[in-house]
């Protein structure tokens, strides 16, 4: 959603990726209100990462989902709160001790995408490593 606060072309977004930038499908959208309106969240399985989300991300949401959506917000302020009211019942959490504010976003968005390839049995992933 634009403006991005970097540039895909920055080389150091580039080296991030390694070789696996030209296997990546990008899809800019103006803002997020476009995104939805493209996909729309009770059209399409859709989650919403929230330290408040009333499901956790570990229950079984995700099996036999061919394409799966997982939003999540800013790493300071997280989504917007009438976002998460309105799909309060698409929202999920990682569960936490109540006195820690939340994880940093790229470790949630790793436990939270890995749960989603568990449970679709990795499907699409390589089943054994190609050095074996």
Do not use: C
Not at 73 to 85: A, C, I, N, R
Not at 110 to 127: D, H, N
């Amino acid at each position: 959603m634009r403006p991005l606060g970097f540039s895909l072309e920055d080389k150091y977004v580039k080296r991030a990726g390694l070789d696996y930038w030209d296997k990546l499908e990008i899809e800019e959208h103006d803002s997020f209100e476009k995104f939805l309106e493209k996909y729309v969240p009770e059209e399409h399985h859709m989650f919403f990462v929230t330290t408040k989300g009333k499901q956790v991300y570990s229950d079984g949401l995700y099996e036999n989902l061919k394409e799966v959506f997982v939003v999540f917000g800013k790493e300071t302020k997280g989504l917007p709160e009438d976002v998460l009211k309105k799909y309060l019942n698409k929202t999920i959490r990682i569960p936490m001790k109540p006195q820690l504010r939340s994880l940093n976003l790229s470790n949630s968005a790793a436990i939270v995408i890995y749960e989603v390839l568990r449970q679709s049995k990795f499907q699409g992933l390589e089943e054994v490593s190609a050095y074996f």
